[in-house]
Structures are given as structure tokens and as C-alpha cells.
């Protein structure tokens, strides 16, 4: 890069933060008290802010820099295609022990690590197949639902009540669920299917918050904001186990689940349906003259999004055995957008590795665990700007093709 | 091929009203099996509309639009859905390309194999040897419909990184996936030079004779028009104005006085 | 009994609950002043959205943390010039100030980190990228301040010649109708006689021709963003004062039953933000007084659900036809 461009980035990133820094100065600086007519004043956070802001206003620069450049040379032609994580996923020297590791780790997790560690990983988990799962309607067919948590709110309020109610079990429930979800979203999808892009965002974003609000204030039936607690674990053949067998237990299913979810959503990219959602995805006015039926794609990616967060609903109902509506808020749905962004989306594999990231390293990092929305802002903000394609850029296939004539 | 006098799509009497806009008013059109029937006149005059007319993108005002698909029953087709439009045998393209960017050329003739394949939501997460199968004859197809547009090489490039031409055949092509008996043309060869306007002619030319298809096409181009098409119907303001062979239309007083006598040079 | 308004669900209420045997007239005057007042604050927030969306096509989500952010800059300079043993009237005029300039610069900020840099992208893009500028405001005020409710010092006096109307017009909501009023007509005035409103006219209807007569039209939508940022930041202020309480979490609400309004209205529309913002505070307070409160939100939800799906253009917008 030549000097003159660093000066001038430098420049550049010294009047951001300074302007940062003045944008900031009250929120950061003063804490008042009208109660008690005081004011206190931290000035230490404005040295932080200045310096921090100038790193990552320089930052900023250098990768904007970087993306115009990428996509001059894009332009030109003359682009290096695979990043370097592409690169190392693409090899499969590299992959397949990667892999069986992962497996070899993933069996005998529970046993090795503690049960708190255990859940952990469940949590993360059911965020990998509900990342999936929202990877269906908004990464394969484009739409972008903003209310994906409402099923999620089906599935565990499902389990939750039927068996407060009836003393249904995880296992009898769980099939319900999924019917009950894939109801949901066909419920979901048929009032949105005329609307265009951020029409539909915002529309299912206020089904999702009506949801939510009937939960909250039907107290009769879904007992009100205090929720339903005391949820059976999932039991086999009537054995009941204890706290800490049935969350080794719940990690098996989860684990069963993943795999069933991953090679599920695999199987749907590359075939007829999957194509169809893609071109859906790309142009509606294209696919549907070209005969597909919009409105049957739009119903089942809605429909299959749906049930698989319903599914995971009653797991995650079974597993903390309380819901309540505090847990079904936008931030939810805000959370598992995120992971789809960031993993890339489209991508089974991005979705995963993003779904660890945003569930995993905050948990890892427990000094950080107070920013952690707010670091989910800011990676939503940065992927769409530097890397709209995410971890994982998506590939397409190439298939194999019998050359005889027709 | 043999021309017969069998209609593949009869359109009587078509309007089409927006509101207080008179967008086609009273289009008699007819496309009979194996002809090439071009569509012209000025921008505006309601070409394109017409086009969506007859594919279900608009529902007409007043007329019926009959198609008479390969089994050779007659098809009232007013307001179908676009989809069963094409599903039905009539594929269109359209003025402003409209391809899939981020798939590949196969793909996006791939997806014109959709409405004659049928591998559901199960037959996807099974992939039995049916789907299989299915699957394969896709691919090989489309192959070959690139072949037939020249695209062969190009098979595993995105759409989007085509140039301007190759996109314009790689809509053809999918068209053409969808096995139909009538191909709605809209300019094809707008932003072409004359090499390549050259070459497209004769590719539809072959194409008539390989598929079996009829061409209804919108163009402006007038010497692709008048050295490719069997009859010309020429529109202004949403009517008919005139209607016969090249040589007839380019005689008529009325469509001279309407626009023709400009090269157009595309 | 005074319904409670949305911003404080469960807080305290800071005037005490008159009963219903006040009689029709003056029930049915509460809820009129009341959806007037509130639906005047949803107007200021509304014409944010819709001249955004006007002019760049995106629905600006952070837009009710600019909102909430306006009505923090407003306590702060309340809380220091408090301490330093101002007069209320001056403070509420500095503060309106101040919270104006600051979240004027906080929209115009906003717009240059999250949505100039997509400005061709696919329209996912800087959807996503607004819903993330939104969270990462809310957590960013959350962090720097609290996560709890702090009180807002009463800023507007109680003036003598309303006490015979205070049962059913507070003087602060007065006062927020004419403040609202008198911000809307200098916008409106703005927008139809000044080089800058002309220019945002044109950006609005088509940017490319705008640019090519010579339109900025980075400077367009960065005053776009600055006025309905500016717009916002008086609602906060007006409304926290009111209200007596503020919170990190209440430009969400605030935003979405904003954005209901000026959808309601037509999108785009400026007179429609208006409109679109009195009917929906006035349905909500009908609603809320006569029907139930607890389901007032849902209220707001479902009309937002409704009008999307059945009638998108809204009253005043237009239909926009997509040409295939």
C-alpha cells in the first residue's frame, strides 16, 4: 500500500475518532442522578474511546481499502477466488481428520467434560439446527423472517402445556411439535406471500412480537409471564433419570438431531427443491415463468424452517424444564439471523461454525459476556459490509455429466 | 418443417386496461404451428404487455387468449398462473435479462427442467435411484441445450460473469428446458451487434426445426425481423395496426407512417 | 381511570388515577388529548422512517434508538445543568437543543458506518445491517449508562391558565401537540421552499435524474437522516419529560409502532407519516381506555400486520407497480 494512502487513512482515522469521541462524550463520560442532583464524570472512558475508535476507525479504512479493491479486481476478472478458510475447508487431506476429530469429540463429550460444560453445548447446538433451520427460509429461498422465534415459542410452550395438562411425555410430544410447527409456518407464510423483501421482514417480525405478547398476557392458558416450570426431562421407556443423566440424555438427542437436521438441509440444497428456492431467492418474476410455483416454495421453506425451530422448542423446553415468554423476544430471532449471516448464507457448514461462535466464545469468555449483544450488532453490521457472503462463501456445485448425445 | 394451419395460440379480441390507461385495446393475434411470428412497433405500443397478457403476469381485461398445447386440446388461458403457463408449454425470456446471478449456467437451465420433473420434498432427503435418475437426466439435458446455444464451456461459470450475448442465449436455453411447444421471444437480440444478431437468427432458426417449437418474438431489429419471420403483426398504441407477410407490412402505408423506415442498429 | 401509556407498562404512573365516574366527556377528552399527544410523538418518529424510505428505500431500524438516544442526551443535560442550579424552562430548551444536535449527529454517523457502504446491494443487505446498528445502539447505551429505568426531571411546568383543563390536558401535553405542530409545519415549509428540500423532492422520486441535474446526493441523504434524526430526538425529549422515565429498551417499541404509523400513513408520504401517527395514537388510547390496556401492543402489532398485507401503500401512499 503506498505511503500516501496510509497518511491519508491515518488522517482519516484521527478525525473519526475524534468525532467518536465528541459523539460519545455524554453517554460515556457523564452519569447523572436527578434524584440526588449529582454528576459524575468518567474520564477515563473518553482516553479509551479516543484510542479505541482510532484503531478501529483505522481498521475500518484499511479493510474498506480492501473490499474496493476486491471488487475492482472482481470487475476486472482477475480476482484470487478462495479465501484462506476456504481454502483449508476445501482440502480434503485436511477435512476428513478434521472431521472424524470433531466426532471423536463431539461421542464422548458428556463423559469427559462436566454436566455444566454439557449444557453448554447443547445450547449451542439447538442453536446450530434452529441456524439451520432459519438458514432454509432466508438463506435457500430468500425470505427474511424476523418472527422466527414464534416457533421456536410453538414447539416449547407445546411441550410445556401438554405436559403440565395431560402429562404427555418428551417423546410423544416431540412429532406433535413438528406437525404443530409445520402448521405454524404454513399459518405464517400464507398471509405474507405477495410481499416483497422488507415487507415480509417486518411483517413477520410483528407476528413474532404477537406471539410473544399473547403469551405474555393470555395468562389462562399460557399461565402469564411467569411461565410453566417443572417440564418433564425426556425420559426411554418410563425410566426417569436424574439431573445429570438426563442432560447426557438430552446431549445424544441433540447430537442425533444435528446430524438428522445437517444431512436433511444437505440433501434439500442440492436437489430440485432446493434449486427452486434459489431462483426463488434470485428473481420471483424469473422463477415463477419459468414454472415454479412461488407460492408452494414460500409455503414449504416456511413450513420446514418452522418445524425444525418447533422441534427444537420442546427439546429446549425439556431441557431447562421452564419457559417463559422473556425467552421468545426479538433479540431471539435477532440472535439466529445473526448466526445465518455470519455463517453465510446458504452455507450448512458456515451456519455451524456460526453458531459456535456466537453461542461458545461468549461463554468462553466470560469478561466479555456483558458485550456480547453488543458484539452481535457490530458483527452484523461488519459481515454485511466487508464479507456479505459470510464465513463460508457459497459454492455451487459442479456436477458430473454424462456426455453421450441426447 | 411443415407449416400447418393449426393454431398453437389464438388471441380475439385483447384488452388490457390499467386503471384509466388503455395499455391494448382489441389485439387479434394468431401463431400457427411452426412459425416464426414477430411482434413489432414502437416502444409502447404495448408489446410487452401483450406479453404478459398471454403469460399470466396480467390477468386481460376483456378477450380470450386460447392456447393449444401439444396434446392438441384447446386451452382457455386467460389469467392462468404464470407457472402453469410455462408448465402448460409456453416459456418466455424477457427484455431486461432476467437470470439467476449466483448459479451457474447449467443451473439456470436447470431450473427450466423443473416443471417436467417431479422429486418432492421426501424424494430430495431419500434420493432414492428415481430421484437419482431424474437427477442425472437434468443435468445431461441441460447440458445438451447448452450445447445447442453454444454454451457448453461455460457450464460451471455463474450467470452473472456471462457477457451480455451468452446471457441472452443462456435464456434461450432455459426456455427451452421447459419442453415448450411456443417460444415468447422478448428481444432477443437487443444490444446485439450485427454478428451476433446474425448468429442468433440461425440458432432460432435451428431451434424450430430441432424442438419443434413455434416463435412469437418481440424485436426491433428490422432486418432480423424481416429475414426471420413468416408473419409480422405490428402494433401501436396498444392496437393492431397491420398484419401479413414482411413483404406485405412493409408495404403497408399505415406501418410506414407508424415508425418503419429507421435502421435500427440496435 | 387515565389509561397508562405504552412507555410505562408497570412503572409508575405520575398522575393519579381519576375513576371513570369522572364522566364520558371527560374520559372520552383524556383519551382524545392523550392519543393526540402520544400519536404527535409517533408522528416526529414516523417522518424519520418515511423520508428515509423515501428517499433510499430502507427501512431505517435504528431510527428508535436515535429516539431513545435523543431522550438520554436530554436527561443528561438536564441532570448536569440541574445540578448546576439552572431554571427549568432553560434547561428544557437546552436540552431540546443539545439532544437534537446530538442525535442529528448520531443519524448522520449512523448512515455513513451502516448503510452508505450498501448502497448497491442487494436490499437484505442494509435491512440487516440497520437491524444489527440497532442492537449495537441499545447495548452500547445500555453499557455506557444502565440497564435500569432513571427517572427524567419534570421540565415542563405546570402553567396556571390550564389548571381548570388539567383533569383531561396536561399542560405537557399541550405542549408536546404544539411543539409537534410547530416542528411539523417548519419541516413542511423546509421541505416545499428551500434548494435542499427541492433537492430531497427529487432524490426521492428519482435518484439517478437527481444526480444528473446535479443533485448531491450523499448531501441529500445525509440531510434526510440528520432532520429525521433531529425529529426524533424532540419526541424523546418532549415524551421523556412527560412520561418521567427513561430506559435503554424504549426506542424499540417506540420504533416498530413509529414505523406502524408511517406505514399507516404511506410510506414515503410525509403528510401520511403525520396522519398515519395521530390515527394510531389515538386507536391505541381508544382502544387502550375503552377495550383493554394490557393488549395495547397488540393492537399496534396487528394493525401494522394488517395494513402491510392488505393495504401496503397505506391512506396516503401510492401503489407502486414493478415493471417485469
Known sequence: MAASSILNNLKKSAIASLWLAFLTLPIMVIRVDTVEKTVTWRWMHLAYMLAGSFVLALFWHFMMDRRDRGAAARAAGTSQAASALGRVLENPKLVKPLLAMGFLVAAVFPYVFSMYQTNILISALIYVVLGLGLNITVGLAGLLDLGYVAFYAVGAYAYALLNMHFQLGFWTVLP??????AFFGLLLGFPVLRLRGDYLAIVTLGFGQIVRLVLENWSSFSQGPSGISNIARPGLFGINYSVEQATTYIYYIMLALVILTIFITARLKDSRIGRSWLALREDEIACQAMGIDNTKAKLMAFALGATLASVMGAVFAAKT???????????????????????????????????????LLPEYMRAFSEYRMLIFGATMILVMVFRPQGLIRAKRKVYKINTEAA | MEQTNTAVLSVRNMSMNFGGLRALSEVDLEVRQGEVVALIGPNGAGKTTFFNCITGIYTPTEGQVLAYPRDGKEKRINGMRTNLVCELGMARTFQNIR?????????????????????????????????????QDVVDRSYQLLKKVGLEQVANEYSRNLPYGAQRRLEIARALATDPFLLLLDEPAAGMNPQETLELKEMVIKIREEFQVSVLLIEHDMKMVMSLSDRIYVMEYGRVISTGTPAEVSADPQVIRAYLGEESDA | MRPVPWFCKGKAVRDPPRGR???????????????????????????????????IELINFAHGEIYMIGAFMGLIVAGVLTAMGWPTLSILVIALIIAVLYSAAYGYTVEKIAYKPLRGAPRLSPLISAIGMSILLQNYIMLAQTPDFLPFPRLIPDLEFMEPYANFLATSDLFIIVTSIAVMVALTLFIKFTRMGKAMRATAQNRKMAMLVGVNVDQVISATFIIGSALAAVGGVLIASHIGQINFVIGFLAGIKAFTAAVLGGIGSIPGAVLGGLVLGWTESFAAGYVSSDYEDVFAFLLLVLILIFRPAGLLGKQRAQKV
Open chain 1, 176 to 181: 406433535l411439535a413438528a406437525i404443530m410447527g
Open chain 1, 321 to 359: 424444564t421452564f419457559v417463559n415468554p422473556a425467552s421468545f423476544t426479538f433479540m431471539e430471532s435477532a440472535m439466529i439471523l445473526a448466526i445465518v449471516v455470519l455463517g453465510g448464507m446458504g452455507s450448512v457448514l458456515g451456519v455451524i461454525l456460526g453458531a459456535f461462535l456466537l453461542i
Open chain 2, 99 to 135: 437470470l439467476f446471478p449466483s448459479m451457474t449456467a447449467l443451473e439456470n437451465v436447470m431450473i427450466g427442467r423443473h416443471c417436467r420433473t417431479k422429486a418432492g420434498i421426501l424424494g430430495a432427503i431419500l434420493r432414492g435411484p428415481g430421484t437419482r435418475r431424474e437427477e
Open chain 3, 21 to 55: 365516574q369522572d364522566g364520558f366527556m371527560e374520559y372520552f377528552l383524556q383519551l382524545f388529548f392523550g392519543g393526540l399527544s402520544r400519536g404527535s410523538v409517533y408522528a416526529l418518529i414516523a417522518l424519520g422512517y418515511t423520508m428515509v424510505y423515501g428517499i
